[in-house]
């Protein structure tokens, strides 16, 4: 079984579009987590971290679920800049990082 | 600017030779990776590092080799035993500790080819 599940789509979405991802991790001693974003053909950048009591930034939404084992983000009024993979990362003791295959989004106009 | 590179960005390798990959961080983490990318996957984990003259193998360890001889540097040799090394490579960093949510942070890559 895979440390990290993520549905890879496409998501193909129009601009101003609510848009929401989910993720599985397998470990249930699983410390951290995070939603990072990648761009074609360039390196994962940190979109944010996920908490255990939920968090946002901007239009972005991350929520934990512990018990499930599920971490989701929520992209609202979507833009165009919002194109791009969303990878989901957990980290496990040790300071070892999973990585889900990535999420595709893309923002139609 | 704290930050990680690599170089080079692009590298092209005959069959049978071995090729060097540069990672260099200046953030004073001490945790350093290195990844690989293929089309359509995740990030898949070669090796890591969390101190100076100390290594662990990750999960596609075969075939690549690296040091870790300064905190800042944790270059990665492809070597002619690797039998698919067509793929971009992803150095990463991050510090360690008692603090939870120490993110990682990435270089820009190298994209490897073998003709």
């Not at chain 1, 440390?3 to 193909?12: A, I, W």
């Not at chain 1, 360039?42 to 971290?49: G, N, T």
């Not at chain 2, 492809?78 to 939870?100: E, H, M």
């Given at each position: 079984?895979?440390e990290?599940?993520?549905?890879?789509?496409?998501?193909?979405?129009?601009?101003?579009?609510?848009v929401?991802?989910?993720?599985?991790?397998?470990?249930?001693?699983s410390?951290?987590?995070?939603?990072?974003?990648?761009?074609?053909?360039?390196?994962?950048?940190?979109?944010?971290?996920?908490?255990?009591?939920?968090?946002?930034?901007?239009?972005?939404?991350?929520?934990?679920?512990?018990?499930?084992?599920?971490?989701?983000?929520?992209?609202?009024?979507?833009?165009?800049?919002?194109?791009?993979t969303?990878?989901?990362?957990?980290?496990?003791?040790?300071?070892?990082?999973?990585?889900?295959?990535?999420?595709s989004?893309?923002?139609?106009p | 600017?704290?930050?990680?590179?690599?170089?080079?960005?692009?590298?092209f390798?005959?069959?049978?030779?071995?090729?060097?990959?540069?990672c260099?961080?200046n953030?004073?983490?001490?945790?350093?990776?290195?990844?690989?990318?293929?089309?359509?996957?995740?990030?898949?984990?070669?090796?890591?590092?969390?101190i100076?003259n100390?290594?662990?193998?990750?999960?596609?360890?075969?075939g690549?080799?690296?040091?870790?001889e300064?905190?800042?540097?944790?270059?990665?040799?492809?070597?002619?035993?690797?039998?698919?090394?067509?793929?971009?490579?992803?150095?990463?960093s991050?510090?360690?500790?008692?603090v939870?949510?120490?993110?990682?942070?990435?270089?820009?890559?190298?994209?490897?080819?073998?003709?």
């Amino acid at each position: 079984r895979k440390e990290v599940e993520q549905d890879p789509g496409p998501f193909n979405v129009p601009e101003g579009a609510t848009v929401a991802f989910n993720c599985t991790y397998s470990n249930s001693a699983s410390q951290s987590f995070f939603w990072y974003r990648q761009d074609c053909r360039k390196e994962p950048k940190l979109l944010m971290s996920v908490y255990s009591s939920g968090n946002e930034d901007g239009r972005f939404t991350a929520q934990l679920n512990r018990a499930s084992q599920y971490i989701s983000l929520l992209i609202r009024d979507s833009k165009l800049s919002d194109s791009a993979t969303y990878l989901c990362v957990v980290m496990n003791t040790g300071n070892q990082f999973y990585f889900g295959t990535g999420t595709s989004l893309t923002v139609i106009p | 600017d704290g930050g990680i590179t690599q170089s080079p960005k692009y590298l092209f390798r005959k069959e049978g030779q071995n090729v060097t990959l540069s990672c260099e961080q200046n953030l004073n983490h001490d945790a350093m990776y290195w990844y690989r990318q293929d089309p359509g996957q995740g990030l898949r984990l070669i090796y890591y590092s969390q101190i100076v003259n100390d290594f662990q193998k990750g999960d596609i360890a075969e075939g690549y080799s690296v040091s870790r001889e300064k905190k800042e540097s944790f270059p990665l040799t492809v070597t002619s035993a690797q039998k698919n090394p067509t793929a971009f490579y992803l150095c990463a960093s991050s510090a360690l500790g008692l603090v939870y949510y120490n993110e990682q942070f990435f270089g820009p890559g190298t994209r490897l080819t073998v003709l």
